[in-house]
């Protein structure tokens, strides 16, 4: 469940959050393809908002009777794009579990080659374009540019004309496709921390400033 305190048990999220928490400061949103809510038990309801801030979840929370008396409610500042949908959402509702994903009922753009946009998704799709159209420093995690994602790429490419530096957190980073998107914008790359901690801190406190 989102923002239960069992999810600092676990190793991956408590990395995801010391990650996370080294731009939270100046950070003008978050935008994913996943599905999955990494960011979400990361963050936790305080910390994010799927673009409507104090949106309520469907779902129990922390303790078995909370939508009860206490209903989740989004209350975080940062804005949350999820383009490709999520495990946690289907056509009607948001909630604070990824059973959706089980009962194969969870509003998500499927993994083909062709996949585009869902109308029932233009919402976050908007959000994400607001959310890079307002940025000038850009954080790219494990996105790998493929050629078939085009309207994901075209997306980048046309609402991110502010961008001025761009880091490529990746094994492989491709950014040949990177500079084609943001021709004007200074790119470097580097591993995934903890290999390169020292300069994703300098590229933040010389870039994101």
């Known amino acids: 469940m989102i923002d239960e305190n069992r999810k600092y048990e676990i190793d991956g999220v408590r990395r995801a959050n010391a990650f996370l928490g080294q731009f939270v400061t ?14 979400e038990y990361a963050l936790g309801t305080k910390g994010f908002n799927y673009g ?4 309520r979840l469907d779902g129990r929370g922390a303790y078995p009777v909370s939508q009860w008396n206490n209903p989740v409610v989004l209350k ?22 990824g059973r959706r994903g089980l009962t194969g009922n969870a509003l998500i753009v499927a993994p ?48 991110g004309r502010n961008i001025k530096s761009v880091l490529l957190i990746d094994i492989a980073p491709n950014i040949n496709t990177a500079k084609s998107l943001w021709p ?19 590229w933040i406190g010389t870039k994101c400033v």
């Open 26 to 39: 100046n950070l003008s949103g978050i935008i994913t393809t996943n599905y999955d809510l990494l960011v």
């Open 52 to 55: 409507i801030l104090g949106q």
């Open 184 to 202: 004007n914008a200074d790119i470097v790359s580097t591993l995934p921390p903890p290999q390169d901690d020292l300069l994703i801190n300098h």
């Open 76 to 97: 975080g500042t940062i804005p949350f794009a999820k383009i490709h949908g999520s495990i946690s959402w289907d056509e009607t509702s948001y909630y604070t579990d």
């Open 112 to 159: 083909t080659p062709e996949k585009q946009p869902s109308d029932l998704l233009e919402f976050h799709w908007n959000l994400s374009g607001k959310i890079l159209s307002e940025s000038t420093c850009l954080v790219v995690f494990g996105f790998a540019f493929n050629p078939y994602d085009e309207a994901v790429l075209d997306h980048l490419k046309r609402t």
